[in-house]
């Protein structure tokens, strides 16, 4: 089986150079490329960088590469109705508890940190170095950056962002859409939707347009 990387930037890179790892520790794909639907270059690090219609389901499995997360919602569905196969990547030096549940395409980084009965939904992108406590469950296609922590109990909605070293109060909720800013304190609950920033944190907008970035 061989692995594609849906998006050639930034994120693409990482993911790339996190399947690289994983393939020296098991040697899980014959080949890696990434994928790009108007591709403006033929490779990146080495590695080529073709569009979905190039590549054959019976031959790829797709993990996205995409920090939007409504833009991950779209991709997977277009995954999907192509017949393809969402895979999920760990690192070797996350630490996740057995009784964690990973939904296909989900991306586990270096140093991220799952507790005991923790839920998280399908195409969910961890960061190095996040944190999830016990119990907590995480809606399909959010990302949790870098070094956000958050405690037990949290139920985080789908397509949310929560930015680097938020931290999130046990038990809060967090609703369909919402932002939650870098180095946020989110100690009360967050209807769908809004954007909040700050310690302790508040509601600063409503997500309008349903993006992180313009």
């Not at 839920?119 to 296609?141: E, K, T």
């Not at 870098?146 to 397509?159: D, F, I, P, Q, T």
Request: proline share 5%; charged share 20%; aromatic share 6%.
């Amino acid at each position: 089986m061989k692995l594609a990387i849906y998006g050639a930037g930034g994120l693409g890179r990482e993911v790339l150079e996190l399947a690289q790892e994983i393939n020296a520790a098991e040697s899980r794909w014959d080949a890696l490329c990434l994928i790009d639907d108007n591709p403006r270059f033929e490779q990146l690090s080495g590695y080529p960088v073709v569009p979905l219609n190039m590549l054959k389901p019976e031959e790829y499995e797709i993990v996205i590469a995409v920090g939007e997360p409504s833009l991950r919602r779209k991709l997977a569905q277009k995954i999907g109705d192509g017949g393809f196969r969402l895979t999920t990547l760990v690192h070797p030096d996350a630490r996740i508890s057995a009784s964690c549940t990973l939904g296909e395409g989900c991306v586990v980084c270096y140093g991220a940190f799952i507790s005991c009965d923790t839920v998280i939904g399908r195409n969910v992108h961890l960061q190095p170095n996040a944190s999830l406590g016990h119990d907590c469950h995480i809606g399909q296609d959010s990302i949790i950056s870098s070094y956000a922590n958050l405690a037990g109990k949290c139920l985080v909605g789908e397509r949310v962002f929560i930015g680097m070293n938020a931290v999130i109060r046990e038990t809060t909720s967090i609703g369909d859409d919402s932002i939650v800013s870098m180095g946020a304190a989110v100690f009360n609950d967050i209807a769908p939707a809004m954007i909040v920033m700050g310690n302790p944190a508040r509601a600063i907008r409503p997500n309008m347009e349903k993006k992180v970035f313009r």
